[in-house]
């Protein structure tokens, strides 16, 4: 089940105050329920995080249902994609029913780790367990800690749903793989991994995955990208190896880099967003190479080289950016790092008037001023957006019909009050996604800005 809450913060204009309501900066309606929040259960999350650590093989211990719902509300809502060899309806599963309730399920969790181990090739294996064990007391962590002493790696990552949503589940996942499965490491000068850009619930994570690690490795970098990588189980044994761990999110990630750091003793350097355009991933490539001590004037040489391209190709869109939508009010709805960083490109590069930006992914009451921040300060645009914290899509709609927005970039849950009733442009660019495919798309780096601008004009001129 999907963390049901809603809470709001408004900043207005001018007074750059805020309010929030609610304990642990929650605020639940009458009924408890959102309708169609962005994201899953706490199960989801770290279900999408094996899925994307090439080699890992899921074994589920949950119903049925948790793992095939699944399937269009992650894997094909993060813009029509699949799960690879080892999820959806392949995935193993123990299927608990009545009688496990009642009697328990660790004899079919037993059961099914050692046939998934006879059956299945991986290089990892992840248990990961959901509502109805937690409900019913089932000893997981002993069930699986008999398997620990084989030579086939296996964790488990306890993850009700209940406890949290998707962005939870991430993030118990990377405390599982740091608590059972990461040793001390020498240090690898130059060596960084790459935190917060959270598998499927950021729709463009694979491609600003790549896109990071191309750019870090123009200016010296070796990079660990831990998803996508071809050994997913090597790329998590090289974390403890790293000089420095970037994380793109003001929260998510935040706590796996704080216990490395602790463990490993890996400084983290946080950024608020992935970069999105010349002028955000300049400085970007600044901050690390400062941080690394990188020689300037090789990172200079790389960031001439690239904004040059860059702003040559812009050239080629600046008719339909200036002639067909000047200053165009545009409304964002979107996680907070996909949301942080669309909103200074549009608003920095574009020109755009960033009248609104709904935040959807529910972070925690601690990080929301700070996100605030990062949506108002340091935008060279004369309008500030209002900021509001929101999960309910319904109560979405009812804010956007509030604005004037020209465009909206938000999921695709938006893409018909934008046409039918708001008479707007809109582009899916947030979870969930059903409109489009997305396989390595990405507005990261700098050509990212141009790729957006590029989704922008087509809902705009075309099909003729």
């Known amino acids: 089940m999907s963390q049901l809450s809603e809470l709001r913060i408004t900043s207005k204009e001018g007074n750059g105050k805020s309010s929030a309501t609610g304990q642990n900066g929650s605020r639940f309606d009458k009924t408890g329920v959102a309708e169609a929040p962005r994201y899953s259960c706490s199960m989801g999350g770290a279900y999408m995080c094996t899925l994307a650590t090439f080699g890992a093989v899921p074994i589920i211990h949950s119903g049925p249902g948790c793992v095939l719902a699944q399937n269009f509300g992650q894997n094909f809502a993060a813009g029509l994609n699949g799960a690879?060899?080892?999820?959806?309806?392949?995935?193993?599963?123990?299927?608990?029913?009545?009688?496990?309730?009642?009697?328990?399920?660790?004899?079919?969790?037993?059961?099914?780790?050692?046939?998934?181990?006879?059956?299945?090739?991986?290089?990892?294996?992840?248990?990961?367990?959901?509502?109805?064990?937690?409900?019913?007391?089932?000893?997981?962590?002993?069930?699986?800690?008999?398997?620990?002493?084989?030579?086939?790696?296996?964790?488990?990552?306890?993850?009700?749903?209940?406890?949290?949503?998707?962005?939870?589940?991430?993030?118990?996942?990377?405390?599982?793989?740091?608590?059972?499965?990461?040793?001390?490491?020498?240090?690898?000068?130059?060596?960084?991994?790459?935190?917060?850009?959270?598998?499927?619930?950021?729709?463009?994570?694979?491609?600003?995955?790549?896109?990071?690690?191309?750019?870090?490795?123009?200016?010296?970098?070796?990079?660990?990208?831990?998803?996508?990588?071809?050994?997913?189980?090597?790329?998590?044994?090289?974390?403890?190896?790293?000089?420095?761990?970037?994380?793109?999110?003001?929260?998510?990630?935040?706590?796996?880099?704080?216990?490395?750091?602790?463990?490993?003793?890996?400084?983290?350097?946080?950024?608020?967003s992935v970069p999105i355009g010349p002028k955000d991933t300049s400085s970007f490539l600044r901050a690390v190479a400062q941080q690394l001590g990188i020689p300037n004037d090789q990172v200079e040489s790389v960031i001439a080289a690239q904004e040059f391209r860059t702003y040559r190709f812009t050239e080629y869109v600046a008719d339909m950016v200036m002639i067909a939508l000047p200053h165009a009010f545009a409304a964002v709805v979107a996680d907070t790092s996909t949301a942080i960083g669309l909103t200074r490109y549009i608003s920095n590069e574009l020109g755009w008037l960033p009248e609104v930006v709904v935040v959807t992914d529910d972070p925690p009451s601690a990080a929301r001023e700070r996100i605030i921040q990062y949506l108002r300060d340091g935008l060279e645009s004369a309008v500030k957006p209002e900021v509001i914290f929101e999960v309910d899509s319904h109560k979405i709609r009812l804010l956007l019909r509030q604005h004037t927005a020209q465009i909206i970039l938000a999921s695709s849950l938006e893409k018909y009050i934008a046409g039918d009733e708001l008479n707007a442009m809109q582009v899916s660019v947030a979870f969930p996604v059903y409109d489009r495919l997305i396989v390595d798309r990405t507005y990261a780096g700098y050509r990212g800005g141009i790729a957006l601008v590029e989704d922008v004009a087509a809902k705009y001129g075309g099909p003729l």
């Open 84 to 272: 690879g060899p080892n999820g959806n309806t392949s995935t193993p599963c123990s299927c608990l029913v009545d009688e496990h309730a009642v009697f328990g399920g660790e004899a079919k969790l037993r059961g099914l780790i050692q046939s998934t181990q006879e059956l299945v090739k991986g290089s990892l294996f992840v248990v990961i367990s959901g509502c109805v064990p937690a409900l019913i007391g089932d000893d997981v962590a002993g069930v699986v800690r008999d398997f620990q002493s084989g030579d086939r790696p296996i964790i488990i990552v306890n993850t009700a749903g209940f406890k949290g949503n998707s962005y939870h589940g991430y993030q118990t996942f990377f405390d599982s793989i740091i608590e059972q499965l990461l040793t001390e490491q020498p240090k690898q000068k130059g060596l960084v991994n790459l935190l917060g850009i959270v598998p499927y619930q950021h729709i463009f994570w694979k491609g600003d995955l790549q896109v990071i690690k191309n750019l870090l490795e123009s200016i010296g970098l070796q990079v660990n990208m831990i998803f996508t990588e071809n050994d997913g189980l090597a790329a998590w044994q090289r974390v403890p190896a790293a000089e420095l761990n970037l994380v793109f999110s003001p929260w998510c990630g935040t706590d796996a880099a704080a216990k490395l750091e602790q463990k490993f003793g890996t400084p983290k350097l946080e950024f608020p």
